[in-house]
Every structure is written in C-alpha cells, then in structure tokens.
C-alpha cells in the first residue's frame, strides 16, 4: 500500500479540506454498479462512502477496487476539498 497526503482518521476528514489526505482503513461493505464502485470504508472512528469511478482511476487501480472483499485493508488516498464539507460519521 502507497500512502500519498497526510494520514487521517474518518473523524477528522472535515478539519482537513482542501487538503491532500491518506486514509487507512477496512471494507465494511461494496457495490458494483458496473463503472461505480460505491464502497463504506470504516476505521476506529467511524465510516465513509467514497465512489470510484472508473473514468477517473486507471484501469488496474479500478479492477484492484472492483477484487476488494470484505474486511480488506488499503489507502484510500484523496482530495478531501471534494466533499469534506458533507463528511460526517455514520
């Protein structure tokens, strides 16, 4: 696993807008909509849902989100001026 920003935990994503972050954390949950992955990633402080799509990412880092399963570990690595402003624990 590659770790590109700032570590951060789910709970903190709001304080951290507009900023590079890097979030470790587990897969609670995915679903395949064809070129959408919608994934509820968890760590020790709460959840949340970031969406890959496939247009975005290249194509082996889509196929490695799409053979995620339950329970996996990784980095999501982001942007967090995108959304943070509406992140909040689930």
């Not at 570590?7 to 890097?22: F, L, M, N, R």
């Amino acid at each position: 696993m590659r770790q590109h920003g700032r570590p951060c935990y789910i709970q903190d994503i709001a304080s951290h807008v507009g900023k590079e972050i890097a979030i470790k954390g587990w897969l609670a949950d995915r679903t395949d909509k064809g070129r959408l992955q919608f994934l509820r990633v968890r760590d020790g402080t709460g959840f949340f849902r970031p969406v890959v799509f496939q247009k975005d990412v290249s194509p082996e880092a889509f196929e490695n989100v799409k053979r995620l399963t339950q329970e996996s570990s990784f980095i999501v690595n982001r942007d967090s001026a995108r959304r943070a402003a509406s992140a909040r624990r689930l």
